[in-house]
C-alpha cells in the first residue's frame, strides 16, 4: 500500500494519506535551529542542542503518537465546528477532511480543505536564524461568508530535555510564561542563574492567547479537544512555574473566494527584541516567499554538486534528492535528535561523525574541515578518542582522558578516512600541517594525529597480533574484553592505514609511507594467517581465544563485516575475495537486504557482548543492518561484479518500497539503521530512520563505486560499475570547482572501457584537474 | 467545591466525582512490590526498584493526564456499546455514567454503573509476593440478559525506567511477549545478559489476548478507543521487540441480577511458575476476601501503636489514619516514586530517610532498625555520609568516598536524631554497640558512629567558626561554597549533640557526655555571638562574608529555620526564642502555612545559590515549604505557646482543606512538599503530594509536641501543649510493649498539671516503664 509519492520536480515527497504507518518526519533548519516536523505536523524543536536547548517538547514512543506538535486549529463561529490543518491532532474523519503534506528540502507544507475552507501551512526554519515560521493562508472556497477563529498551539519544552521528562519536583516550578509587547514571552532560569528565553507571536491581530498548558488543554482533555477551542476563545493565562505552551488567537472574516494570511513565528531570544524583530520582518510583504527561496537556493548549491541520471527512477529519486537530503541531516544532527532518538546523546559520535563526512564533503568542504578540525580535538596525544564529543562544551588540552572502558578499537581509525577523502575532494595539502590539540596535552599537525591514530591501534594488539577489540568496535554490540580481538577492526587499520600511506606521499613524507606500507602488509599476511576461515573472514576471537563468525561456530558462523571489508581494505587476494563475497551471497543475503551475520544468536554468550542478547532478526543480531550492505555493494564494485552490486544497493533503496509501505513502515525516502531479518515476525519492517550511517555509505557506494566518480588528490577518476539496465548514464559532478559533465553508454564491440575528456581519449580512468570555471564533457564507454 | 469525603470507619478516602483536579493517587503494597493507583485506575508498578524494575509503564506530566493505567473495558456485544469500570480513559459522560473510588490503606477500590451493569474492580497488591490483583465482580442491574466482553489492559514498561524514557533505538528491540500456559509472557534481556520477567494472567477464560500495544490500541488511537475494544475482539498478538503490554478478554453472559467474579494478576517471575501459581491461588474462593483480609490487619497493627481522639475530626482523621500512612509510605519508597518522582532517583536519601524514620519507629522499630544499619554503613570513616544510596546495590568497605563536591552539611547529623529516637523508642541500648562498616573503611560501633559525625562537622567549620555549608544544607537550594557557613547546620549539629549526650549518657560514656556537653555550649554561644540579628537568627554566612536572613538584606531577610531550630536546639535563650518565634509570625505566616522566607528573591544571587532562580513564592523561594512547618509547631510547643502551635498545625493540614479541593489541586489526604506562596498567582495550589519529609515531622509535632507524647529512655514523657478547643483528648500508645490508655482534660483551679498513672499521681511528667502486656491508665489534668 502507499501513502504518498515522489514529486522530484519540486523535490518533494508528497503524502496523500495522513494515516501513515508511522509519523513521517522533516528535518526543518540546517544550523543552529532545528524543527522536526511530521506528516501531522507534530514534533519538536531544539536551538544548538537537543538536550540543553529543547524549546518544544515531544512525547516519544507515544500513545496517542506523534504528539505535541505545530497545531493550528480552526474554528467556525456559526456552529462551533472545528479542525486542525493537519489531519491530527482533531482527526475529522477522512471522508470529509482532505489532506496533503508536501515534505521539501527544509520545509514542509500541509494543507487541507474541511467545508469549504481551504488552509495550507507552510513550516520552514528561515536561513541562519533561531526561529520558525507557521506562514498559514486560508482560503474561503465556499458560497457563504464564513466567520473563523484560528488557534496556534505548541508545547513549549522546558529546555533542558532530560529535566522535562524526568525531574518535575524540580522543573515544573522553573518557567515564566506571560504575554507582552503583542508576544508569548517565555522564559526559564535554572538553578545555576543562566536564562532561556523564547517567544511565540503572530503577524495576525492577537485576540485571545493562552501561555499555560493546562488552560489550553482543559482537565482530562488532549491536543484532540482543547477546551479553549471547543469554547472559542483562549482564557489569556500566565503563570510562573508549571507547564508553558504557546497559543495565539486570531479572528478572520473571509467573503466567498476570499484568501488571508497569518504568519505565526516562533523561536529562541538571543538578544532583546528578538521576537519583535521577527514579526515585523513577515509581516512585510513576501518575506516568506523570499525566506523560502533563500532556502531552495541552498538547497540547489548543495545537491548541485553531484547529480545523476541513470533511467532507473528510485535511484535517481534516492541519488539526487533525498539521499543527499539524509547525508547533510546526519551531518548536521549526527545521532542526537529524531523520533527515535530523543535527544539525551547530544553532541557528536565520534565514528558516526567521521562518516557522515564521507556524504558531504563534496558538497560543503569548508564544514567538512571546520568539523575535522573538532574531532581531531577530541582525539588523545595517545591517538584513541572520546567516542562521543560535545564541541559546544568540550575543553581542549585539559587532561581529561577517556575511561580504559570507554575506548573503542575503531573511533580514531576512521580519522584516516575521513582525512583522506577531504584532502582528495579539495587539495588543500595545508591541512595536513595544521597544528591542533589533543584533548588531554600537546598539540600537533593533522598528519602526525593520523599517524597517532595507528599507533594506538599498534600499542593494543591481542595475542594472535589483531587489534584488541576493547569496548567495542563498529559493532557496538560486540565487546570482547580482555584479550578478545577484532579481525574487523584489523581491517579498519589496514584500510586507514592505505589512506594514510596515500596522505603521506601526498604530503612528501616519503619515509614514513614507506614505512606504512611495510606495516600494511605485515598486519594484511597476519589477517590473512589468523583470521581466514576457509570460506570466509572471522569476525573476531574472543577473550578466552574462542572464534566468532567461523564455520565452527553453532550460532553466528559468518559476519558481513569482514567480508566486505577485507575487499575494501585490500587484505582479500582475488580467490580470497570472490570466495568470502560468495558466501555472502549464499549465507548472509535476503530479498529486503544483507544480514549483518547468521545463524542469529538464540543464547547470550558474555565473552561475544550484548548482540547475543537481541531477539533473533533485530538490531545487530541477524538484522539486516542496513550500514553494512553498502559496503558489500563497494566491495563488489572493486571486484567488478556490477549486477550484484546494484541488487544489493537496490534490496535497501527505500524509494523502490513506496508501494510497500504499509510493510515497511518507516519514510520511503529515508535510510533506516536496519530493516527486521528473517527470524523476526515482523521481516521487512524497517526501524529508526534517518540518523544512520548507512545514508553516507549508501551515496559513496552509488556515487564512487557504482557511477564510480571518485576524487583523488591529482584528478578525478571515473570508474563506472553499473549494471545492465542502465543504458545511458549522465553525471554531472563540480569538482574543485570545475564542472565535469559525465556520459556513460556501452558500445558494442569493445573489450575494455574509453574515457574521453572534451573529446580526446585518455590513457587511464583518472580524469586530471581541469581549471577552475570550466566545464569538461567526459565519455566513458564500456564494453556491452 | 469538594470531590469526596473522609470514611473514617472503613479508613478510606472516597472519591465520588472522578473528574478531580489532579489524578488523586494511592500506594499498594509495602515492601518489594509498589503499584501506584489513580482515582482513575491510571499509575505504574515496579518490583523492588521504580529504576530498574518498573514493570508498568506511566507517561508522567501527560497530555491526556494520568495515562496508561490498570484498565479494564467492558463492551456489550449486543451494539457494541463500551465504556471503562474507571471512568478514564472512555469517559462517558458523568450524566450516565455513576462512578466511585475508595482509596484504602494498602487497596484501591473502583466501582461504576452504566447502562443497567454494576462493576467493581479492588486493585491490591498480596502481602509478602511480588504481584497486583486486579478483582472484578460485574453485576447485571438491568432486566435484559446482557452479553459482556471484558477486556484488561496494561501498557508494560521496559523494566529500565531510564531506557524505557531515552533510549529507543536500543531499548524497543529488547522485549518478548507471547502468551503461553494461559498467560501473557513477558520476557526482557538486557545488554549484560540479566533477563527480566513478568507474566498477565486472568483466573477466567481467556477468550482471546493481545500482548503488542499497537495491536490492542490501533494507529492514531490511544487507551480511550482501543481498536481492539472497539471491534470486540483481541489480536493474539505476539512480538519480539517493540512495545510489549498485556490485555486479556474475558467473556460474560449475565442473567438479570446474576454477577459473576474474575482476578486479572500480574506480576514478576523470580521462579518459574511464579505466574501460574498465582493464577491457581486467585482461582480459590475466598482468595481475594482472605488476602485483602491481611492487609487489613497488617495495617490495623501498624496504625494502632498510636490513635487518638481530640474532638477535631479533621485533625483525628490526619492523624490516626492518613498521615501515619503517609509516613509508612515515604519510609518505604522514600522520594523515588509518586507521580512526580519519576524514578530516576532510586534507593534512599540519606536525610530524608533519617527523618522518614521518626514516622515509624513507634510501629515498626525492627524494620528501623535494619535501615538504621543500611544508612549507617553508606556514612564514611570521615564521618560524612552520601547524599544518596541504593541499599540493593551498594558496597560497603570497597573505597568508595563521595566527591567533596557532593558532601552536604547535614547528612551525617540527622543520624544522631534517627538513632536517637530509634533507642528511646526500643531501650535497645545494644544497638549502640553493634559493629558496623563504613562505606570507605573500616569498621565501628554505632556509638563511634555518631562520634564521626560530630567530628566531620567540626573538621569543616568556617572563618567565624559554624558549619561550612558545602553542597547544601537540609535546604537543597542553598548552596553556599567556599567559605560560606550554615546557621542552620550549626544548629541541627547543636541538636544532634543534644541527643548524642543523651546517647551517651545511656551507653555509660560519662566522659564523652561532659566533653560533648562543653562543645554544644561552646557553639551555642558561638551562634548566638555571630547569628543572632535582633530580632531574629540568620540563616547564613556567604563566602565572600555577606549576611543571608538579616533584616540588613533587601531580600530574603528573615527565613524560618533558624528560628525554629535556635528553639529545637535549645540554642536560643527564652528571651530570643519569643522574639525569634515572634517573628516568624509576623513576616513568615499566612493562611495556607508559614514560609520559607522572605521577602521572595527576584534576582539571581550566586553565592547564595539555586534558591534565588525561582519564580517568587515556587519551591524554596518563599514557597510555603510544608516541612519547615512542623518544626515552628514543635518550637511553639517547646515555648509553651498551644494556641499558636495548634493554629500552624492546622493551617497545612490536607483534611481540613477537603472543600477547597479545587483550589488547594493535590489529595485532601496527604501532605504536598509545599504550597504555593502570596507571591505566585496560584497562592494557597499544593505540589508535590506523597513522598515529603512534611509526613513524619507533622506526625512528630502532632503526636510527640501537641499531643506531648514523647518516649524516652526511661520512660514515656506525657506534657501535652494542646489548643482550647481541644476539650478532652485521648490517645492510646503502645510504648516497649505495655499500652498507655492517655485522657487530657482541663481542670478548673490548677495553676500547673497533674499527672496520674493508673490513679496514683506522679511527681512529673514522664510515666515510668511498665510491664510488657499492662494496660494502664493515664489521666493528665491541665490548669484551664
Same mark, same amino acid.
Given at each position: 500500500m502507499q501513502f504518498g509519492f515522489f514529486d522530484d520536480k519540486n523535490r518533494e515527497y508528497v503524502i496523500t494519506r495522513p494515516d501513515t504507518p508511522a509519523p513521517w518526519i522533516n528535518y526543518l533548519g540546517a544550523s543552529d535551529y532545528c524543527a522536526i516536523i511530521s506528516n501531522n505536523a507534530g514534533g519538536y524543536s531544539f536551538s544548538q542542542s537537543p538536550k540543553s536547548g529543547r524549546i518544544l517538547r515531544f512525547r516519544f514512543n507515544n500513545i496517542p503518537e506523534d504528539r505535541p506538535g505545530r497545531y493550528i486549529?480552526?474554528?467556525?463561529?456559526?456552529?462551533?465546528?472545528?479542525?486542525?490543518?493537519?489531519?491530527?491532532?482533531?482527526? *475529522? $474523519?477522512?471522508?470529509?477532511?482532505?489532506?496533503?503534506?508536501?515534505?521539501?528540502?527544509?520545509?514542509?507544507k500541509i494543507s487541507s480543505f474541511y467545508r469549504g475552507i481551504g488552509a495550507q501551512v507552510t513550516y520552514f526554519v528561515p536561513e541562519k536564524k533561531r526561529c520558525e515560521v507557521w506562514a498559514l493562508e486560508i482560503e474561503n472556497?465556499?458560497?457563504?461568508?464564513?466567520?473563523? @477563529?484560528?488557534?496556534?498551539?505548541?508545547?513549549?519544552?522546558?529546555?533542558?530535555?532530560?529535566?522535562?521528562? *524526568?525531574?518535575?519536583?524540580?522543573?515544573?516550578?522553573?518557567?515564566?510564561? +506571560?504575554?507582552?509587547?503583542?508576544?508569548?514571552?517565555?522564559?526559564?532560569?535554572?538553578?545555576?542563574?543562566?536564562?532561556?528565553?523564547?517567544?511565540?507571536? %503572530?503577524?495576525?491581530?492577537?485576540?485571545?492567547?493562552? %501561555?499555560?498548558?493546562?488552560?489550553?488543554?482543559?482537565?482530562? &482533555?488532549?491536543? !484532540?479537544?482543547?477546551?479553549?477551542?471547543?469554547?472559542?476563545?483562549?482564557?489569556?493565562?500566565?503563570?510562573?512555574?508549571?507547564?508553558? +505552551?504557546?497559543?495565539?488567537?486570531? &479572528?478572520?472574516?473571509?467573503?466567498p473566494g476570499e484568501s488571508k494570511r497569518v504568519n505565526f513565528v516562533m523561536g529562541e531570544v538571543n538578544s532583546p527584541g528578538d521576537g519583535s524583530r521577527a514579526i515585523r520582518y513577515f509581516k512585510k510583504k513576501n518575506s516568506v516567499e523570499k525566506e523560502l527561496e533563500k532556502i531552495s537556493k541552498l538547497w540547489s548549491k548543495k545537491l548541485s554538486a553531484m547529480q545523476c541520471s541513470t533511467g532507473i527512477k528510485a535511484f535517481d529519486t534516492m541519488f539526487n534528492i533525498w539521499n543527499q537530503y539524509q547525508c547533510h541531516t546526519t551531518f548536521s544532527w549526527s545521532r542526537s535528535a529524531s523520533y527515535i532518538e530523543a535527544g539525551g546523546r547530544d553532541g557528536l559520535g565520534y565514528r558516526d561523525s567521521l562518516q557522515d563526512i564521507l556524504g558531504v564533503v563534496h558538497s560543503i568542504p569548508e564544514r567538512v574541515r571546520a568539523r575535522l578540525v573538532e574531532l581531531l580535538k577530541a582525539q588523545t596525544s595517545k591517538g584513541c578518542a572520546f567516542h562521543h564529543i560535545q564541541p559546544l562544551t568540550m575543553k581542549t588540552g585539559g587532561g581529561s582522558f577517556p575511561d580504559r572502558g570507554a575506548i573503542y578499537s575503531d573511533d580514531h581509525l576512521w580519522l584516516g578516512i575521513a582525512v583522506g577523502a577531504y584532502v582528495k575532494e579539495t587539495g588543500d595539502r595545508k591541512f595536513l600541517f595544521q597544528n591542533i590539540p589533543y584533548i588531554d596535552k600537546g598539540a600537533a599537525s593533522v598528519y602526525s594525529h593520523l599517524l597517532k591514530s595507528v599507533d594506538f591501534s599498534l600499542n593494543n594488539l591481542g595475542?594472535?597480533?589483531?587489534?584488541?577489540?576493547?569496548?567495542?568496535?563498529?559493532?557496538? +554490540?560486540?565487546?570482547?574484553?580482555?584479550?578478545?580481538?577484532?579481525?574487523?577492526? %584489523?581491517?579498519?587499520?589496514?584500510?586507514?592505514? @592505505?589512506?594514510?600511506?596515500?596522505?603521506?606521499?601526498?604530503?612528501?613524507? !616519503?619515509? @614514513?609511507?614507506? *614505512?606504512?606500507? !611495510?606495516?600494511?602488509? !605485515?598486519?594484511?599476511?597476519?589477517?590473512? &594467517?589468523?583470521?581466514?576461515?576457509? *570460506?570466509w573472514y572471522l569476525r573476531a576471537y574472543v577473550d578466552s581465544g574462542r572464534k566468532v563468525g567461523s564455520s565452527s561456530c553453532r550460532e553466528g558462523k559468518i559476519f558481513v563485516n569482514p567480508q566486505s571489508w577485507a575487499v575494501m581494505s585490500g587484505v582479500a587476494e582475488p580467490g580470497k575475495a570472490r570466495l568470502c563475497l560468495a558466501s555472502v551471497s549464499r549465507y548472509l543475503n535476503t530479498k529486503f537486504g544483507i544480514r549483518l551475520l547468521a545463524p542469529a544468536y538464540a543464547k547470550y554468550d558474555r565473552e561475544i557482548g550484548s548482540i547475543t542478547s537481541f531477539p533473533k532478526g533485530l538490531k545487530e543480531n541477524a538484522g539486516i543492518f542496513c550500514h553494512a550492505n553498502p559496503w558489500v555493494v563497494i566491495a563488489e564494485c572493486i571486484m567488478k561484479n556490477p549486477e550484484r552490486?546494484?541488487?544489493?544497493?537496490?534490496?535497501?533503496?527505500?524509494?523502490?518500497?513506496?508501494?510497500?509501505? @504499509?510493510?515497511?513502515?518507516?519514510? $520511503?525516502?529515508?535510510y533506516s539503521q536496519f530493516t527486521t531479518g528473517k527470524e523476526n515476525g515482523n521481516f521487512g519492517q524497517t526501524k529508526n530512520p534517518w540518523l544512520t550511517g548507512t545514508a553516507a555509505w549508501c551515496f559513496i557506494a552509488s556515487a564512487a563505486y557504482i557511477l564510480g566518480v571518485r576524487p583523488d588528490f591529482d584528478g578525478l577518476v571515473v570508474d563506472p560499475c553499473i549494471p545492465l539496465k542502465m543504458k545511458k548514464v549522465n553525471v554531472k559532478r563540480y569538482f574543485r570547482g570545475a564542472l565535469y559533465d559525465i556520459h556513460v553508454e556501452r558500445r558494442k564491440g569493445l573489450t575494455s572501457s574509453r574515457t574521453l575528456l572534451n573529446g580526446s581519449e585518455l590513457k587511464g580512468i583518472k580524469i586530471p584537474l581541469q581549471k577552475k570555471g570550466s566545464k569538461n564533457k567526459v565519455f566513458v564507454f564500456l564494453p556491452s
Open positions: 486549529y480552526i474554528r467556525d463561529r456559526k456552529d462551533g465546528d472545528y479542525w486542525s490543518v493537519s489531519w491530527q491532532p482533531v482527526a *475529522k $474523519p477522512l471522508r470529509e477532511f482532505k489532506t496533503e503534506c508536501r515534505h521539501g528540502l527544509g520545509y514542509t472556497k465556499s458560497d457563504k461568508r464564513r466567520e473563523l @477563529d484560528i488557534f496556534s498551539y505548541a508545547e513549549f519544552c522546558l529546555w533542558n530535555s532530560e529535566l522535562d521528562m *524526568k525531574d518535575y519536583q524540580y522543573i515544573l516550578y522553573t518557567a515564566k510564561t +506571560c504575554f507582552r509587547g503583542g508576544l508569548i514571552d517565555y522564559r526559564l532560569q535554572f538553578g545555576d542563574g543562566s536564562l532561556k528565553k523564547a517567544f511565540f507571536g %503572530s503577524t495576525g491581530k492577537t485576540e485571545g492567547f493562552d %501561555s499555560v498548558r493546562e488552560s489550553f488543554v482543559g482537565q482530562y &482533555r488532549s491536543e !484532540k479537544n482543547p477546551v479553549a477551542v471547543e469554547k472559542g476563545y483562549c482564557l489569556s493565562s500566565s503563570q510562573e512555574g508549571g507547564n508553558p +505552551c504557546g497559543s495565539l488567537q486570531v &479572528r478572520m472574516t473571509l467573503e595475542p594472535r597480533g589483531l587489534c584488541l577489540g576493547l569496548a567495542a568496535d563498529w559493532n557496538d +554490540c560486540i565487546n570482547l574484553y580482555g584479550k578478545g580481538q577484532s579481525v574487523w577492526s %584489523s581491517m579498519l587499520l589496514v584500510r586507514s592505514l @592505505d589512506e594514510i600511506i596515500q596522505l603521506a606521499g601526498y604530503a612528501g613524507k !616519503k619515509a @614514513d609511507a614507506m *614505512k606504512l606500507k !611495510k606495516l600494511k602488509r !605485515k598486519i594484511s599476511d597476519r589477517i590473512n &594467517r589468523v583470521a581466514w576461515d576457509g *570460506k552490486a546494484f541488487k544489493y544497493c537496490y534490496n535497501i533503496l527505500p524509494g523502490a518500497y513506496n508501494s510497500d509501505s @504499509d510493510k515497511r513502515k518507516a519514510e $520511503p525516502y529515508v
